[in-house]
């Protein structure tokens, strides 16, 4: 008979230590010194691996018809691509389950439509991030979390997809940090951004259908994001109020190098709800925010970004001081999606790198 | 007998890259015609141009043309290779000042030499790593090429002048001498 540890203390190392229902043939020590491999090897982003096998990484490629040795994706500047075979490797190792791998295989075929990933995005100083949307029913056949906390962690899916597409970017195009890879000091969070949008609690449709893929279809969007900036807004009433709080940030000097500066929307379901109760639509609150999100040229520069009015010229000083310049022109510069719980009155707004493509890639295009 | 772990980087199927030529180097830079490929970071232009204006009037350089890099975030088409390698017998590219643009200033550079084109490449010092493991990665290890302190953009126009007067004999050096071994 053994005593039972005193309140507040561990319990002592040993039997007692081990978790109820635990398979007896599981061999930790084995694990931890295949992980301490991958480690070894320069696999790893810095976080633990799941040690990927021959069997697992068939159970990945038997989620799709596609050929292992079909290339999905080059980089040419750096002589490497990824193979649908590598693409499994490193979707095993970054801990996603085999019934993801479409998903990823999606994300990863979005991403590489951005011209910015394409060209030299992932060397960049930036250090800019993949955000990725999900839309449709793999949401809930995949148990990706779609309300609060969106961008936070606790769901496999959502953290582990985006960290495949991260260890792709280091293993299969050799895109290693303080060599090739140049960030000055990065995004928080890089390759751990993938976001299930709240259609359920959404007023409009899935940044999918924007995209042109019907509504209801499961489809993957992305865009690289050079970071995020909450509004935080719950105590008025008017939506103008709201409106002209986002295009503070939007239109802040901060993030503004060249002439147009685009943007992701990610409202919370209270400020999309508020938007929608006042009869707009996507379309109108984006084009409210086109009309009023900047900075004066004399704003400019004050900030030494008087050349953003004249890019690529030097600014010569023509444009009056108090003329408006705004940052954003057309729809494709600011999608609008819908994401978190109905709990506050906080929306994002995160800064896309170069520009999105526009584009939405069905999943079952990659079963 | 354990499953093997495998391999999540394809180095097995990626065959080692052939090692890319280098030009020969002529004695000296008279009589040459020196193209400059302005990459368009902020002070790039400016700064070459001033390399140039070295070249031509106090190294004896016949003539220098420039051209203007269509993305300076990867390397430049083979077509403008082309048609530049054919047009002057020397290149000096840059300035690469960022994580991308130093990376394709290298690859450019590497790319003129295997034309036959003598190339000095011009990055800031804080992207020598990436330089280097560009040229590695286009079959140049070792590649050669001249560095300017970080950062040039904030550079005033006399700094600039400065800079590209300091570099020079490193251009000339790059543009001029066979490599050791050679």
């Known amino acids: 008979m053994t005593e039972a540890a005193p309140a507040g203390q561990a319990a002592p190392v040993g039997q007692a230590g081990a978790v109820a229902g635990q398979a007896p043939e599981l061999d930790p020590d084995g694990a931890q010194a295949a992980i301490e491999f991958c480690f070894e090897q320069g696999w790893s982003d810095g976080l633990p691996l799941v040690p990927a096998s021959q069997p697992l990484v068939e159970a990945f490629l038997a989620t799709t018809g596609r050929d292992p040795q079909q290339v999905i994706g080059a980089l040419e500047q750096v002589g490497r691509d990824c193979t649908v075979y590598l693409a499994a490797v490193n979707a095993a190792m970054a801990g996603c389950r085999p019934e993801y791998f ?41 148990g990706f979390n779609t309300g609060g906390g969106s961008f936070g962690p606790g769901f496999r899916p959502n953290m582990t997809i985006p960290r495949a597409i991260g260890l792709i970017v280091r293993n299969a195009f050799g895109i290693h940090p303080h060599v090739l890879e140049q960030a000055t000091q990065g995004v928080p969070g890089r390759w751990l951004i993938c976001v299930a949008e709240n259609e359920e609690e959404s007023p409009w449709g899935p940044l999918a259908a924007d995209a042109g893929v019907g509504d209801g279809v499961s489809a993957v969007s992305c865009t690289l994001t050079r970071t995020m900036e909450f509004i935080d807004n719950r105590h008025t009433p008017n939506p103008e109020d709201v409106l002209r709080d986002i295009a503070d940030s939007v239109g802040r000097l901060g993030p503004q190098i060249f002439p147009q500066t685009p943007v992701a929307l990610v409202l919370c379901p209270e400020h999309a709800q508020m938007f929608a109760d006042a009869g707009m639509s996507k379309a109108d609150v984006q084009d409210w925010l086109i009309g009023h999100s900047g900075r004066t040229a004399g704003e400019l520069r004050r900030a030494g970004k008087g050349g953003v009015l004249h890019f690529p010229g030097p ?44 584009q939405a890639v069905p999943v079952d295009e990659w079963r | 007998m354990p499953n093997a772990i495998l391999d999540p980087t394809g180095a097995t199927r990626r065959a080692s890259k052939p090692a890319a030529a280098r030009a020969a180097r002529r004695p000296s830079l008279a009589g040459a015609r020196v193209g400059l490929l302005i990459n368009t970071k902020q002070n790039a232009r400016p700064f070459l141009l001033e390399v140039g204006r070295l070249l031509h009037e106090e190294h004896g350089a016949a003539s220098v043309t420039q051209r203007t890099k269509l993305n300076f975030a990867v390397p430049e088409p083979g077509e403008v290779v082309k048609e530049m390698a054919a047009a002057v017998d020397v290149i000096v590219t840059g300035v690469g000042d960022c994580g991308s643009c130093s990376a394709a200033a290298a690859a450019d550079g590497v790319v003129f030499e295997a034309a036959g084109v003598p190339a000095a490449v011009i990055v800031t010092d804080s992207f020598r790593a990436t330089a280097t493991a560009m040229a590695s990665l286009r079959g140049a290890p070792g590649y050669q090429y001249a560095t300017t302190a970080h950062p040039v953009a904030v550079l005033t126009e006399e700094q600039v002048r400065e800079r590209a007067a300091a570099v020079i004999g490193d251009v000339i050096a790059l543009l001029t001498e066979p490599e050791p071994g050679e």
């Open chain 1, 315 to 358: 600014d010569d000083g023509s444009v009056p001081a108090q003329e408006f310049h705004r940052v954003l022109s057309e729809h494709r510069q600011i999608p609008v999606i819908v994401a978190g719980a109905r709990t506050a009155a906080i929306s994002m707004v995160a800064r896309i790198f170069g520009e999105w493509s526009g």
């Open chain 1, 102 to 142: 479409p998903v990823v295989l999606a994300a990863f075929d979005a991403l590489m439509r951005e011209r910015a990933a394409r060209g030299g995005g992932f060397q960049s100083t930036s250090g800019p991030a993949p955000l990725i949307i999900v839309n449709g029913p793999v949401r809930r056949e995949l």
